[in-house]
T-cell receptor
Framework: KNEVEQSPQNLTAQEGEFITINCSYS?????LHWLQQHPGGGIVSLFM???GKKKHGRLIATINIQEKHSSLHITASHPRDSAVYIC?????????????FGQGTTLQVKP | EPEVTQTPSHQVTQMGQEVILRCVPI?????FYWYRQILGQKVEFLVS????????KSEIFDDQFSVERPDGSNFTLKIRSTKLEDSAMYFC???????????FGQGTRLTVV
């Protein structure tokens, strides 16, 4: 069983729609990261959180430590949001800060 | 804005050849990582490096792999004798402290033929 599971695997939305991507994990964590990967392959960090909620522009990330669940929301989605969104966790028992990745959610926003 | 840079962006090599993938982490960062992503699969941890030594490595990181920080700025991943299954995107990442935000390079796409 994967330690980090994301849903859905693929998501198609119309421009302007509200989007939610979910992440569940099965291990104790120090922090959870939301990352964005564009078709060229590069990975960009969106959020790192260990509790509560963070907001940056149209992106909102929440985490529920008790339920071991996090969500990434995109408000007023736009075609430029099309990318792979990846959830990754820093294992709570690791003393190296390595990340364990989910399989990613491929988002396509159509105009 | 500081960034992690990787070179080359794409490398094609013959099976059995040695390759060196290069990374320049952000200058004041202390923790360095290599990850890889086989096409269509999730990103996997290879190795972490701190205080000039490997702090953790995965099962993937066998004797064919090595890392080095030769001069205080570069961080390299060497694969001694490449196999077809080493074909993947390799990402370098760094963070200032453990469990702080990770900054990734743009990746090196390695193709072994």
């Amino acid at each position: 069983k994967n330690e980090v599971e994301q849903s859905p695997q693929n998501l198609t939305a119309q421009e302007g729609e509200f989007i939610t991507i979910n992440c569940s994990y099965s291990v104790g964590i120090s922090a959870l990261h939301w990352l964005q990967q564009h078709p060229g392959g590069g990975i960009v960090s969106l959020f790192m959180l260990s509790s509560g909620k963070k907001k940056h522009g149209r992106l909102i990330a929440t985490i529920n430590i008790q339920e071991k669940h996090s969500s990434l929301h995109i408000t007023a989605s736009h075609p430029r949001d099309s990318a792979v969104y990846i959830c990754a966790v820093s294992h709570g028992s690791s003393n190296t800060g390595k990340l364990i990745f989910g399989q990613g959610t491929t988002l396509q926003v159509k105009p | 804005e500081p960034e992690v840079t990787q070179t080359p962006s794409h490398q094609v090599t013959q099976m059995g050849q040695e390759v060196i993938l290069r990374c320049v982490p952000i200058s004041n960062h202390l923790y360095f990582y290599w990850y890889r992503q086989i096409l269509g699969q999730k990103v996997e941890f290879l190795v972490s490096f701190y205080n000039n030594e490997i702090s953790e490595k995965s099962e993937i990181f066998d004797d064919q792999f090595s890392v080095e920080r030769p001069d205080g700025s570069n961080f390299t991943l060497k694969i001694r004798s490449t196999k077809l299954e080493d074909s993947a995107m390799y990402f370098c990442a760094s963070s200032a402290l453990m469990n702080t935000e990770a900054f990734f390079g743009q990746g090196t796409r390695l193709t072994v033929v």
